[in-house]
Structures are given as C-alpha cells and as structure tokens.
C-alpha cells in the first residue's frame, strides 16, 4: 500500500529563519510526487512534481529535492505569508491518476 | 491556467436530509475528476474517481449508496450525500487532471465544500 508520511507536523519559524519540511513514502513505482500548499478552508495549490531521484525545482523562497525514499521541501528565509499547511503527495505507476496524501505539515512564520 | 470550480463553499444541513456538490472545471475538459474528504488535521483521503459517461470508481470502505456521483459531461461532477448524518461533516474536495496535457500533469483543486450536518 501507498503510503506518505510527513514531518514535522507543525513547524514554528521566525521570519527570515530557514528550514526544511520532510516527506518520506513508500509506493510502487513512483510516478511523481507533489508538493501542495493548503490555506485554511482552501483547496490545495500546486506547487512542484518531481519525478526522479536527484530532481530538484524552486520557486521563489521554496525548493522541492527528491530522493527514491523521501522528499524534501527547502524554505530559504520565509515570511509570514509562507504560512500553510504544506502537503506532500505520491502518484504510482499503473494509470491511475489519484493522489495519495501525507497529513501535511502546518508551518507559521512569526514577523 | 486550469481552474476547477466547487459550489457551495459552504453548507449546513440537517440530519437525513441530501446536499449536492457540484465540481466545475472551468477552462479545461476533464474526463475524470476525483472526490477528497478531509477530516481537520487529516489528509486528504481519495473518496472516488468519476468518469465521464460511466460509473465512478469507490475507494475501500466508501458507501456508494451514501456518495452518489454523477459525471455527466466533460466539465461537470456532483458528489451527492444521502441521508447525511453528523459524522459526514467534513471537508470535501474536487480535484481534475486537465485532458490531454499529459499523464504527468498536476491535479487542480477546487476550493472544497465545508458540510456541517446538524
């Protein structure tokens, strides 16, 4: 079975204080992981794919690494409008196009 | 770019009554459309897979009889919930893979449906 797991599940930053958020899974044949950000009461917001290990994409203060176990997401000096609910997901091989989610890592940056 | 539409953001309903859910790509066909639920501090956990023009797909442990999905053309999804009852509030989600740009494009989100069932 697919499975995502996330850590940390919260995370406190102060504004201009890197880190990293992790996302280790299991699937058979990975297809492409997903990294989501989900603001309360909203649908997830797509931010990177990654498909093989080695594979790295940035977008702003956020860049996504891959690795055939885990993933990671990079936050180079947040501010407090990086606050989210960041979500990692899996899509396997095989056709089907649905996502299997990790429970996501809340993170809040303070000014 | 590819915008999914969900409506109502929002609904309150009481205990046995049916609320429906509606799921709209709106510059994009999308012969396939997938309904997420989000309990708080969950994950999002795959409901179904609607197909256009053919029965949807339920994931292990959904009651199809309960989350009756209708796909009924290439931009439109309903997820209805019959006889709702408290347990089933919760947070529900569209999502869409725009048609034919690949099998690696990313899934649009709708903005979720809040159901509270009184």
């Known amino acids: 079975e697919d499975q995502v797991t996330q850590s940390p599940e919260a995370l406190r930053l102060q504004e201009g204080e890197s880190s990293s958020l992790n996302c280790s899974y299991t699937?058979?044949?990975?297809?492409?992981l997903f990294w989501y950000r989900q603001d309360p009461g909203k649908g997830p917001e797509f931010l990177f794919t990654?498909?093989?290990a080695g594979e790295e994409k940035e977008k702003e203060r956020l860049k996504a690494t891959l690795t055939k176990k885990e993933s990671f997401l990079h936050i180079t000096a947040p501010k407090p409008e990086d606050s989210a609910t960041y979500l990692c997901?899996?899509?396997?091989?095989?056709?089907?196009?649905?996502?299997?989610f990790g429970k996501g890592t809340k993170l809040t940056v303070n000014p | 770019g590819a915008v999914v539409s969900q409506h109502p953001s929002w609904v309150i309903c009481k205990s046995g009554t049916s609320v429906k859910i509606e799921c709209r790509s709106l510059?994009?066909?999308?012969?396939?459309m997938f309904w997420y639920r989000q309990f708080p501090k969950q994950s999002l956990m795959l409901m179904a897979t609607s197909n256009e023009g053919s029965k949807a797909t339920y994931e292990q442990g959904v009651e199809k009889d309960k989350f009756l999905i209708n796909h009924a053309s290439l931009t439109l999804s309903t997820l209805t919930v019959t006889s709702a009852h408290p347990e089933d509030s919760s947070f529900y989600i569209c999502?869409?893979?725009?048609f034919g740009q690949g099998a690696n494009s990313p899934l649009h989100f709708g903005n979720g449906t809040r159901l509270t069932v009184t």
């Open positions: 990654l498909y093989s």
């Open positions: 997901a899996v899509q396997a091989q095989g056709g089907s196009e649905k996502l299997v």
């Open positions: 699937v058979s044949g990975l297809r492409g």
């Open positions: 510059d994009f066909q999308a012969t396939t």
């Open positions: 999502s869409a893979p725009p």
